[in-house]
């Protein structure tokens, strides 16, 4: 009754006063619907469908799911994936049957993001309530909102920083190329040597994204919508290059390997010079696991490399939103993103501001340099506009594909 | 069994593969009408600039490789014909037979590629040679693996054709007179036996074709990019999240399909022009051609022993993060891989639960079918088996989750169960059904009029004289169920994971031990159930 | 033209089966072998031909017009052989299967005497039909014309006539002899049935390993 009276006897200084208290009351009430979701949460089972490549990652989201179990009470299932794609096409086939979902969360960017964005396939804008939201540095990291030059939206939440990234067995190559010239001085020099995944393999798809923002005219162009002309005229100075690079790449360019995978095995098997990857940290993890010598190195090129991040997000039909939220929560938390980009457990660079941290949680991030690690960190380079991508591919295809 | 078959009218007898197998599948496969009329799909389909090159390099490929395989087989059994490494032959060709595609591509890719063993042998510089061994453009290594893991199922359904044509003993008498006519071993095979064989070995051949056009896993690992074939353009576009690209994929799914069986459909009918003029070659008059031994020595064992290799290199791969050229021993030896398939014990399971149920139920149905109808219906049933092979996986698989998902059967058990019974039933009713239906029905008659009742009769002497081709038709719809993923993977939404998912979507970051050792482990179960039914199957007297 | 057997035994596993027995067959003329079930009797016969097979093991010399057969393959031998069943190709046509053993010459040749052969056996007009049209009768008759147009030195024939009707049997059996005598070659039958045994021809028997003339 006493705030009905309140309501009543507002004055304009009340007024400024109530409007000036809001954001503490919003966060109080936010923090009342967040226990409500927590609460809610407790008992619901999370199927979290992510790509499962890597025995590190699976053991990871593996270590997330007894957590889970432990603090919440959510049992957290790993549907192991091949292909991201897969999952999409799932929620879009049943949500057109009017199905309940089978997939609470998924691991998620790019092409993936846009398509379920477009289709409105997915659940929120959830993702910047979330608690540890607030930690995510949104300022030095702007791809944490912006996927592939989409406007997250809220709609997934940041899990993890990914940035293109060179390797290469050092006492093989003790000065590695730190620019795309320097790639094809290097690929002339040693002809036969030098590849990169054929698109539509992502991978490949990024390799010409790189080589586009190294030699275009003007870099501005990346992160705006492009028409097929504009871009024939943007693009010219890439297929330039790419003429003259490919006679000097394996198999003269004629042929190219079929995936990132294929072509890490070729570097390690001693085929390839340079390998390639998204992940800055994985160099550095398979040397951890074996696969390359202790003598790799690993760079990012001179005026930096593309740039981009990694999300969870909760399709609209999942019948576990409450505990899917908490577990995107708890991937943001300083404990599970230190575990995270520890080099022995995944070597994942976090989506967090250590600015943002306590002193103690800044301390659990203790990223020493380890064999293959990058030990000079170059600018991201968002990732151009998704109508790029397709132009891209075309023209690739037309000109080197048959 | 029997008695109760005897009661049941046809259209008992023929409900349950209706309803369990034809339905589902003809549904599943109406699904994909849809894409036929969309224009924007064809449209697109039509600027690929990979299309037609890709779709020669199918067919040339497909084609190739079970030329290859059916003069490899040819050569094999022409020249060990009759000769005592017949059984060991069978052996053989069963362990190789239970060897995944994948498996033997990797294997085969470590041999040869530049940085291969092959290459460390003999070679072996501080750089690898610039050998085009794997990945060339042609497709000649794709085609060359092909043939060689396909030359297996030719060698069985040869082997087992043989059979039936020795059980009734006429085959065998028919080469005493051939050779008492003056006619050499080998003309006598290419003259006498060949043409009774190829017509058995038809639909195996268009099964190996329809498979190597279409056919994904080896065609990454061996196969060209620039074009790639067009399995793996398909592959990609339907594995692609907008659905306007997986529009353009299910379109070229069609025009693959519809080219496949025109192109099927214009060999046998060019073959049944053709084949008539060969005839005076046939009574061109005695020949003292002998069998090919020698020729046939040497093929089957390379092939042998590439298969050998190719299971030897798997093991040592999956212990080996790393093997730099030009090293003939691995650094150092983990067994990180195997530990991290020792936690998919589940998976194994519910692989090993729905392969021995399915292939039972699939047996099941067959007989039940092949008791109750008469011959002549065998033509539908056997005709949409031959269509579920031919389509490719991702397109039907793609039709029968839609199918599912409308029905509530997706991420249940008797859905994978249903996902997994469709391939098994369709290879268990081809296999099965030449040998059931040649099977001489006097012998039942004797029987009855034994007074044996018509149960035990049916069990101690139809199903104990067609032992052979039960038991190897149960193992074949047990090795299939074993490497089922696409259907799988979509039906159990999530819910399930089997032996092959695991070990698709662990494979998928690319790590070699991971793959080998998974590649392995597949291969053990159905390589069991091949040799329990050879043991099993053996005739009692030779 | 003569077929010689000299010494010939045959063993089974190690015992005698048939002990060493000498004899010689003379051109046109037809000695019949009998003898019970599991004797040997068959076995003999694919011993001449050439394709013994395990676990039976022989020794002994064969000869045929002087020519020792020891180690040929029964497609060097020109010993033509008639079985129980026709055994005609069911792949080939009644012409097809007559033209197989014809030794290579020129074609017009080669299918006329095709032809007159059909034609003498009364079998004008079935060149082309498939075997398995022919009734049990027709197709006996055109394998013996199939094995004798292969110009075989000598003939074997396994109880040719034991799955044939009665009323056909006498029939064949004149059409047999009279083409084996017309083609002057030496020939062994097998049989059970003594009536099988032409008139005045030869008969020899078979029994607890050795042969003996009846």
Known sequence: ?402 | MARTLRRLTPAQGALPILVLWVLPLAASMLMLLPAIAEPDAWRQLQSHPQLWSALVLSLATGGGASVLALLMSVLVLAGLDRSRALPQLQALAAAGLALPHLAFAIGFGFLIMPTGLIARLIEGGATPPPWVTVQDSWGLSLMLALALKELPFLLIAALAALARGDGTGHLTQERRVAASLGHGAGSVWLRVVLPQLLPSLRWPLVIVFVYGATVVDMALVLGPTQPPTLAVVIWHALNHADAAVNGMGLAMTLLLTSVLAALVATTLLLLQVTLPRLRHWLCAGPSLLAAPRGMAVVTGTMAGLLMLAAILLLALLSVTPRWPYPALMPPAVTFAAWTTLGSSAAPLWLSLLLAATTALAALGLALLWFETQPEGRDRWLIGLALATLALPQLAVAGGQYRLFLGLGLTGTLPGLFLAHLTPVAAYVLIILQGPYRAFDSRYMMVARSLSVPASTAWLRVKLSLLRAPVLTAAAIGFAVSMAQFVPAQLVAAGRYSTLPMEAVTLSAGGNRPLTAAFALCLAAPPLAAFLAASLLGRPRWR | MALSLEEVSIRLDGHTLIKPFTMRLEKGVIVTLMGPSGSGKSTLLSFIAGDLTAPFTATGDVTLDGRNLDGLPPEKRRIGRLFQDDLLFPHMSVAENLLFGMPRGEQQARHAAMTAALAEAGLAGFAERPPQTLSGGQRARVALLRSLLASPGAMLLDEPFNKLDADLRAGLRDFVFRHIAARDIPCLMVTHDRADVPPGGRLLLLGRGEVRDA
């Open chain 1, 1 to 402: 009754m006493e705030t009905t009276g309140m309501t009543f006897t507002l004055t304009r200084r009340g007024l400024i006063q109530l409007l000036a208290a809001t954001p503490l009351a919003g966060r109080a009430r936010a923090g009342e619907v967040w226990d409500g979701i927590v609460a809610e949460a407790r008992g619901q089972t999370v199927y979290f469908n992510a790509w499962a490549g890597s025995p590190q990652i699976n053991a990871y989201i593996a270590w997330v799911g007894e957590a889970l179990q432990r603090r919440h009470d959510i049992r957290l299932e790993h549907v192991k994936l091949a292909d991201t794609a897969e999952a999409v096409r799932r929620v879009r086939d049943e949500v057109t049957a009017g199905r309940a979902g089978s997939a609470d969360l998924l691991w998620i960017n790019g092409e993936n993001f846009r398509v379920m964005k477009a289709e409105k396939l997915l659940f929120g804008p959830f993702a910047e309530d979330l608690p540890n939201f607030a930690l995510v540095d949104i300022a030095g990291k702007p791809t944490t909102r912006i996927d592939f030059a989409e406007a997250t939206a809220g709609l997934e939440s940041p899990w993890g920083m990914a940035q293109l990234t060179f390797f290469a067995d050092g006492a093989k190559l003790p000065t590695p190329p730190l620019s795309m010239p320097e790639l094809l001085e290097l690929a002339r020099s040693a002809p036969g040597r030098i590849t990169y995944p054929a698109p539509p393999d992502f991978h490949g798809t990024t390799f010409i994204k790189q080589a586009l923002a190294e030699t275009m005219a003007d870099r501005a162009l990346l992160p705006v919508q492009i028409d097929r002309q504009a871009f024939t005229e943007a693009a010219k100075p890439l297929f330039e290059f790419l003429d003259a690079l490919h006679p000097e790449l394996w198999r003269h360019g004629k042929q190219f390997p079929q995936t990132q995978a294929q072509m890490t095995q070729m570097l390690a098997d001693g085929e390839l010079l340079v390998g390639l990857t998204f992940n800055p940290n994985e160099p550095a993890n398979l040397v951890a696991t074996g696969t390359l010598p202790s003598s790799t190195i690993a760079w990012q090129n001179r005026g930096g490399t593309i740039g981009n991040t990694h999300f969870v997000a909760i399709p609209v039909n999942s019948t576990a939103r409450q505990a899917a939220q908490v577990t995107a929560n708890f991937l943001l938390s300083p404990e599970a993103q230190a575990r995270k980009a520890d080099l022995a457990i995944w070597g994942d660079p976090t989506v967090l501001d250590m600015a943002k941290l306590t002193p103690e949680d800044r301390a659990l991030f203790t990223s020493a340099a380890a064999p293959g690690s990058v030990t000079q960190p170059a600018p991201a380079i968002p990732e151009p506009h998704g109508s790029w991508v397709p132009l891209i591919e075309a023209a690739w295809l037309e000109r080197y594909g048959a």
